[in-house]
């Protein structure tokens, strides 16, 4: 079961969009190979505004991936591509569907 996770909202500088797209695109052999990373996201929001989300079965695998490579090249990106830091989040995952799981058994205890 995941109960943690990461939202990273990322607001790219003006003209910068494809190259956010790569740049996110590019990082997600990296995440396949983070064995603490259950699943990785890649999303455009919309304009300029983009996030990452991810899931975790523990805070173990969230603070690895948080000190990995994927967090690394993001922040040294930052001041080339985004209008500002990436705001990093942690969440707290109340419920989840997932392939493979069995229907109302994966909602999490509070």
């Known amino acids: 079961m995941n109960k943690f996770g990461l939202l990273v909202i990322l607001d790219a500088k003006p003209g910068k969009e ?8 590019s990082a997600q052999p990296l995440a396949e190979k983070e064995e603490g990373t259950t699943t990785w996201f890649a999303i455009h929001i919309g304009s300029q505004r983009y996030a990452i989300f991810d899931t975790f079965a ?9 000190n990995g490579e994927i967090a690394k090249n993001l ?3 930052a001041m080339e591509l985004f209008e500002s830091e990436p705001e990093v989040h942690n969440v707290t995952i109340l419920a989840e569907k997932v ?8 909602a999490h205890a509070s």
């Open 99 to 106: 392939p493979g799981a069995q229907q109302g058994a994966r």
């Open 18 to 25: 494809k190259e956010v797209e790569a740049f996110l695109k």
């Open 58 to 66: 523990d805070e173990k695998g969230r603070e690895t991936h948080l």
């Open 75 to 77: 922040f040294s990106k």
